[in-house]
T-cell receptor
Framework: DAGITQSPRHKVTETGTPVTLRCHQT?????MYWYRQDPGHGLRLIHY???????DKGEVSDGYSVSRSKTEDFLLTLESATSSQTSVYFC????????????FGPGTRLTVT | DQQVKQNSPSLSVQEGRISILNCDYT??????FLWYKKYPAEGPTFLIS?????DKNEDGRFTVFLNKSAKHLSLHIVPSQPGDSAVYFC??????????????FGQGTILTVHP
């Protein structure tokens, strides 16, 4: 158990509204990641962080922003939700051994109507 | 451009037999490969990994094989059990420089093990 929680676990929102998803970790990991999972696409990287206030874009970053003001929290914001952002969102941390494994949270299922 | 591909969307296997899941990659900078298992309504869980300096890594019933010249890796599960039924994702990483540990995932293969 890598001590990762995500909130909320489920959310339904309307098109055009902002949404923020939270990832919280308890083990002081430096690297954190946000992915989305969609059928036929596997998991795709949205944004990642390599330290407090240090973030960068991933493969599918359009329409998303992130913030990391403290080590334990990594926030993903959908600035104006669209139906194409209906997905399951996973947060991950990189293991402390640093050899490459990532450990995932339980996910947030987001539906944009 | 899909850099990591799992061309079989699904695989059905009888309990006790071998399950072989395949994965191909195109980026020659990838030097670390991983397999994840995912049950419904849960996050992916790390299963096994292999570095590009090896061609095989075993962990209990799970073995990963890497063929660098073919840019192909496979996961063998022997013997398969009904509890192995899940979605399996392969992933790849280029560990050097400013990669920051980013992973590129395949599309996933649904494994069903029948009793």
């Amino acid at each position: 158990d890598a001590g990762i929680t995500q909130s909320p676990r489920h959310k339904v929102t309307e098109t055009g509204t902002p949404v923020t998803l939270r990832c919280h970790q308890t083990e002081n990991h430096r690297y954190m990641y946000w992915y989305r999972q969609d059928p036929g696409h596997g998991l795709r990287l949205i944004h990642y962080s390599y330290g407090v206030k240090d973030t960068d874009k991933g493969e599918v970053s359009d329409g998303y922003s992130v913030s990391r003001s403290k080590t334990e929290d990594f926030l993903l914001t959908l600035e104006s939700a669209t139906s194409s952002q209906t997905s399951v969102y996973f947060c991950a941390i990189r293991g402390l051994a640093g050899v490459g494994e990532q450990y995932f949270g339980p996910g947030t299922r987001l539906t944009v109507t | 451009d899909q850099q990591v591909k799992q061309n079989s969307p699904s695989l059905s296997v009888q309990e006790g037999r071998i399950s072989i899941l395949n994965c191909d990659y195109t980026n020659s900078m990838f030097d670390y490969f991983l397999w994840y298992k995912k049950y419904p309504a849960e996050g992916p869980t790390f299963l096994i990994s292999i570095s590009s300096i090896k061609d095989k890594n075993e962990d209990g019933r799970f073995t990963v094989f890497l063929n660098k010249s073919a840019k192909h890796l496979s996961l063998h599960i022997v013997p398969s059990q009904p509890g192995d039924s899940a979605v399996y994702f392969c992933a790849a990483s280029a560990r050097g420089g400013t990669s920051y540990g980013k992973l590129t995932f395949g599309q996933g293969t649904i494994l069903t093990v029948h009793p």
